[in-house]
């Protein structure tokens, strides 16, 4: 009887039967492994891109949103914020099915107690639709200041334009954008003849609490509105100096709008608030400034009159304003904050500061005064 093992033995000891089974396994788990790979990407530089949300560009760092200059010149505190990323964006557009971003921030503090690092130190993907932009993904760092995620994958190869968000929070040091090797990808090109919407203002105009950067009303407001958006939220730091008033007259807007009643006392808005307008409309006499009222703690129905000192600042705002059209400024709105973050208590998170359907609330509030604003510079 012949041993059947003792047939075909490879060199090695092995049956010639088992030695191309192995063979034929290994080429099969090494097409699987190719077939399960993800595609190789090419990766693209968002200073190459077009940037929104950049009102000046002699600036320090590349993605710091005041001039290089104002360091020294405005508060420390102003100067530290300035170095966040909130209210700017990139647009670009790709038929790619899958999109990625790897970004490192400045600083090891990815989130905060009241807003997740979604919001503080991520990015958040946007495409355009007929009708206007409808959000595609977004993504947020864990443990580490470099991130590296797939934003969106499985889309249809379809031509189509995005924008991507950046931290609100935190500041980029570098962020690229990935699609597969085949897919073509074009910077947009910027919006001819269009003056950005200038928001100066708090925290909530900076961007907290919303748990992504494309949450914060500013961004809301710029998608609906289909206009270019520079965010000048400073948290805790909106109040009215000298010198942020200079800053303010250099850029030339299509409009201003103007929210630092939350962190302002009652006397400033005379003292400080009344000289930024002035300085404003001095340097530009034609451009339309909203004046914004403080909303208001979301405990007021329960607080006693003598602690609601937000109504005397909006008293003093008021008048302001009403004395400045009574004079013939016919380019300054008023939007009053009884309304801005709702009336049921469930526009914030702690009170002050929007959860994102505060944040939708208040460009509720603001679009109508803004879209009568942008008609009168068309």
């Known amino acids: 009887m012949v041993n059947r093992d003792s047939i075909g033995r490879a060199s090695g000891g092995l049956p010639a039967w ?14 699987a492994q190719a077939t ?3 595609p190789q990407f090419r990766w693209f ?5 077009c940037l929104e949300g950049k009102g000046w560009s002699d600036t320090k760092h590349f993605y710091d949103r005041l001039p290089a200059r104002a360091e020294g010149v405005v508060r420390t505190p102003v100067w530290s914020l300035s170095h966040d990323s909130a209210g700017m964006c990139v647009r670009f557009t790709t038929d790619a099915t899958n999109i990625s971003a790897r970004w490192t921030v400045r600083r090891e503090t ?38 590296e995620k ?28 990935g699609v597969p090797a085949e897919a073509k990808f074009e910077a947009s090109a910027p919006r001819a003849g269009i003056k950005p919407i200038v928001f100066y203002g708090t925290s909530i105009v900076q961007g907290g609490c919303a748990t992504r950067p494309g949450m914060a009303h500013t961004a809301i407001l710029g998608r609906r509105l289909d206009w270019p958006v520079i965010n000048l939220g400073f948290s805790g730091s909106a109040l009215c100096e000298p010198e942020i008033a200079d800053l303010l007259a250099e850029l030339d807007p299509a409009v201003y709008v103007l929210d630092p009643l939350p962190n302002m006392r009652t006397e400033w808005v005379e003292e400080r608030l009344r000289p930024l307008v002035a300085k404003l409309r001095s340097a530009h006499p034609h451009t339309p400034i909203v004046l914004v009222e403080h909303a208001g703690p979301a405990s007021a129905p329960f607080r006693a009159s003598g602690s609601m000192g937000y109504r005397q600042s909006n008293a003093s705002l008021r008048k302001v304003y009403e004395q400045l059209r009574k004079a013939g400024d016919r380019k300054l709105l008023y939007v009053q904050g009884d309304r801005y973050v709702g009336t049921d208590g469930e526009g914030t998170v702690d009170g002050v500061h929007p959860t994102d359907l505060g944040f ?11 879209r009568r604003a942008l008609r009168a510079v068309r």
């Open 45 to 49: 530089d968002a200073r190459e891109l």
């Open 360 to 370: 939708a609330r208040m460009a509720d509030a603001l679009e109508p005064t803004l």
């Open 36 to 38: 399960n790979a993800p």
């Open 18 to 31: 088992q030695t191309a089974a192995a063979l034929l396994c290994t080429l099969l788990a090494a097409h």
């Open 150 to 177: 797939t934003l969106v994958s499985g889309l249809m190869p379809e031509w189509r334009e995005c924008m991507l968000y950046f931290p609100l929070y935190n500041g980029i040091e570098k962020l690229e954008i």
């Open 110 to 147: 990815l989130a905060m107690s009241h807003m997740p690092a979604s919001g503080v130190s991520g990015v958040d993907l946007y495409a355009r639709l007929k009708g206007g932009r409808r959000w595609l993904g977004a993504a947020r760092p864990e443990k580490s200041v470099t991130t």
